[in-house]
């Protein structure tokens, strides 16, 4: 089992900024590709981005990019999602997670979730 342990996340106005944060063991750092997801209510989950936290390079969907940023801490084994320019229909909760290959089709581990609440 590979932990991924999820931070922040609240409540924020339309417009503002949320930092989202995901500190995993060093094994999943080294070995996985790290991503997120997001899943409001009644819907399906939803791809948001992923990065290879050994290159630095980060993909983000359509909607996230140019609002939403994706990086790493190598030091601290931890992914991070920077959301800007919130949006109440950005309303959900946000996982963590680690996948094997880069499309991230199949994950391997999702952290907890944490709740993100956007008021317009």
């Known amino acids: 089992q590979v932990p991924l342990v999820e931070s922040g996340g609240g409540l924020a106005q339309a417009g503002g900024s949320l930092p989202l944060s995901c500190a995993a063991s060093?094994?999943?750092?080294?070995?996985?590709?790290m991503g997120w997801f997001r899943q409001a209510p009644g819907k399906e989950r939803e791809f948001v981005g992923r990065?290879?936290?050994?290159?630095?390079?980060?993909y983000h969907v359509d909607f996230a990019k140019g609002r939403f940023n994706i990086s790493t801490d190598n030091a601290k084994n931890t992914v991070y999602l920077q959301m800007n320019s919130l949006k109440p229909e950005d309303t959900a909760v946000y996982f963590c997670?680690?996948?094997?290959?880069?499309?991230?089709?199949?994950?391997?581990?999702w952290g907890q979730g944490t709740q993100v609440t956007v008021s317009s």
């Open positions: 060093g094994r999943a750092f080294s070995t996985y590709y």
């Open positions: 990065i290879n936290s050994r290159t630095g390079y980060a």
């Open positions: 997670a680690a996948a094997d290959i880069w499309n991230m089709g199949t994950v391997k581990y």
